[in-house]
């Protein structure tokens, strides 16, 4: 039985083919790693789950190794591109199903929601919500953290995430409490999603091949909830649990007392907090949960008002 092909890119060959064609092979072979396993193509599709309702969010598509495969499937693909020399590429590979392809250039920090939206109402696809729904990206790796947390905080209606970033990173966001990897940034993701899938990505995987080992990691929205009510976090809610988050692991080594009062928290209300919620003064955060911090950033908001 012939296997599935995916993306006609993620070969060796093809993609020098391609790079050579636009002079481009000198220029990135050092700078960048390109996807050539079409399998990891398939892993990837499978983990995202993608319909025609879906919007997607792609981040630095390269020459559109994964763009190719996921315009097929989804309503739409909204890439967002940093270099220059790539959108012609792009024109080239894409243009089976350009009129469900949309490409903004620029820095992908600086891109909103409605940026995409705006974007993916241009291609006029009738019955399509232009919203964004799924971020699916073999994302740099530099700014990987940080667009995946930004992409969670800032734009709502994606309901999930799968990228593909260096292992180290996705260590991070699947970490558990007590573990070396757990620190303030797993702590504020896991507010508003949680890890369903995970799987190795070798550096032969790449041409040429990375230094470093690399995971695609899948992350569905899955919001922290109010103890009280069991509704989700308020705007506020969030902002005050990002704080005691931010503050219990300023200084991971000090206890949580003593770390979060050298923030600002003033001792009084901390030991009041504390004692309410039942943590002790002496853990460290690395030892506490979401749900820890959430709890802790209510009581403190109770003692505040008190």
Avoid at 4 to 23: C, I, K, M, Q, Y
Avoid at 103 to 112: K, P, Q, T
Avoid at 230 to 239: A, H, I, N, R
Avoid at 273 to 295: C, H, N, Q
């Amino acid at each position: 039985m012939a296997q599935t092909l995916h993306s006609w890119l993620a070969n060796p060959s093809r993609t020098r083919e391609v790079l050579d064609g636009f002079g481009l092979y000198t220029k990135h072979r050092l700078g960048q790693n390109f996807l050539v396993n079409d399998s990891v193509i398939g892993r990837i599709l499978d983990l995202a789950e993608l319909g025609e309702k879906d919007v997607v969010f792609e981040v630095g598509p390269g020459i559109g190794t994964l763009t190719v495969a996921m315009l097929p499937h989804a309503g739409a693909v909204c890439s967002v591109e940093a270099d220059r020399t790539l959108p012609p590429v792009l024109a080239e590979t894409c243009a089976r199903d350009s009129e469900r392809f949309a490409l903004l250039e620029g820095d992908a920090l600086g891109v909103d929601a409605g940026m995409l939206a705006d974007a993916v109402r241009e291609l006029g696809i009738e019955g399509l919500d232009p919203a964004p729904t799924k971020l699916v990206s073999n994302l740099p790796y530099q700014v990987a953290a940080t667009i995946i947390l930004k992409t969670f905080e800032q734009m709502p209606t994606i309901g999930r995430a799968v990228v593909m970033v260096q292992a180290e990173v996705a260590d991070r966001i699947a970490a558990k409490p007590g573990s070396r990897a757990y620190g303030a940034y797993t702590a504020k993701l896991s507010l508003l999603g949680t890890v369903t899938g995970r799987f190795e990505v070798g550096p032969g995987n790449f041409m040429p091949p990375p230094h470093v080992d690399s995971a695609v990691v899948r992350i569905d929205r899955d919001p922290a909830c109010d103890p009280a009510t069991g509704e989700p976090l308020t705007p506020s809610q969030l902002d005050a649990t990002r704080s005691v988050i931010e503050a219990a692991f300023a200084q991971r080594r000090k206890t949580i007392r003593n770390s979060m009062s050298s923030a600002g928290y003033a001792k009084e209300e901390l030991d009041e907090a504390l004692s309410a919620t039942g943590i002790a003064p002496t853990v460290r955060a690395e030892t506490l949960s979401t749900g820890d911090f959430v709890r802790l950033a209510d009581a403190l908001s109770q003692v505040g008002e008190g």
